[in-house]
């Protein structure tokens, strides 16, 4: 394995998603480079340690984002009930629009086959 299918496969190698064979590939690469070594060493030591701060930051993100007056009643709503509302009137409106296309005597496909033409004289 050379430096550019290293850093190819560099987020399956991190995430532990190669094969055996190209992991055990990655794995002595990244024994012999050293050049590889620096560029996966700061991606492989982010995640643990940006972990809990960052769990921290969003949490207290989002209670400030959070509004005043959220009752856990209030956010618990489902929204099934908005939705039936919605695919009732959209079949509302499709059953309409239905109905107009047979009033107007909008001319159907003909199932004969082949389409005639006229000859002019």
């Excluded at 509004?67 to 099934?80: K, Q, Y």
């Excluded at 509302?85 to 107009?100: D, S, Y």
Aim: with cysteine; charged share 15%; net charge positive.
């Amino acid at each position: 394995m050379n430096c550019s299918s290293f850093v190819n496969v560099l987020d399956l190698y991190r995430e532990n998603r190669l094969s055996p064979r190209r992991g055990a590939a990655a794995r002595a690469h990244l024994a012999a480079c050293a050049a590889c070594r620096a560029v996966a060493a700061p991606l492989q030591a982010a995640p643990e340690t940006a972990s809990a701060a960052l769990k921290r930051r969003l949490a207290d993100a989002l209670r400030a984002a959070a509004p005043a007056d959220a009752s856990p009643a209030r956010t618990a709503t489902p929204l099934w009930p908005r939705d039936a509302r919605a695919v009732a009137l959209a079949a509302a409106a499709l059953a309409l629009v239905g109905l107009l296309i047979a009033a107007t005597g909008a001319p159907s496909q003909s199932s004969g086959g082949a389409a005639t033409v006229a000859e002019e004289p």
